[in-house]
């Protein structure tokens, strides 16, 4: 069964695929279709919001089984920052590094022990006939001093659990613990109720 998956993001597509394939369920993209998602709107104030904003816009306009994920860095010391702005903090959306280059500066002389932080991700499922799951997944880390390694995305290279940044993590190692990885298992779950 075919689920469209609501983002251009290739490596999100690529750690969906690994996790859901095992349940009959065949991950593609819009541009793998042949086409396009109009852009939306994330305006909701929590990670759930937006994912559900943009896995019902994927429903209704290709009228199949949408998947859409919302993710971001919450920094204790920053009050949850960046939060739902992750992908724009460093002000241009998809920035890794201005992303990194921010958080750094905003953490200058902090700590360690005081540079807790989480990664979340909440995951919205939605389907033609109106039915709905959503779930979420988080992994507590810390956020180092400097960039290490060249794996993942976004902030991975800053993110440090078991003494090792996410940068450093093979995407096997990293789909056991991750915020996606984590979520993508509850989702996997309530799937198996339904399909």
Do not use: W
Request: aromatic share 6%; glycine share 10%; hydrophobic share 40%.
């Amino acid at each position: 069964m075919n689920f469209i998956l609501a983002t251009n993001n290739m490596k999100k597509l690529n750690e969906m695929q690994r996790i859901l394939a095992p349940l009959g369920i065949n991950i593609v993209t819009a541009k793998m279709l042949g086409t396009t998602l109009s852009e939306v709107e994330e305006n909701g104030k929590t990670f759930e919001e937006n994912a559900k904003i943009k896995a019902t816009a994927a429903c209704k306009e290709l009228n199949m089984p949408a998947i859409a994920d919302d993710s971001g860095l919450c920094v204790d010391y920053l009050g949850g920052a960046p939060g739902v702005f992750s992908a724009r903090f460093g002000g241009e959306h998809g920035n890794d590094e201005k992303n990194n280059d921010l958080l750094l500066e905003k953490l200058k002389d902090v700590p360690l022990e005081k540079r807790t932080a989480h990664y979340v991700c909440a995951i919205c499922c939605i389907f033609p006939d109106g039915k709905e799951i959503t779930v979420r997944g988080e992994c507590a880390g810390l956020i180092g001093f400097e960039r290490d390694g060249t794996e993942g995305f976004g902030y991975d290279p800053l993110f440090l659990v078991g003494g090792k940044a996410f940068g450093r993590y093979t995407a096997e190692e990293k789909d056991k613990i991750s915020h996606r990885g984590n979520a993508l298992r509850a989702l996997a779950e309530e799937l198996k109720k339904i399909l």
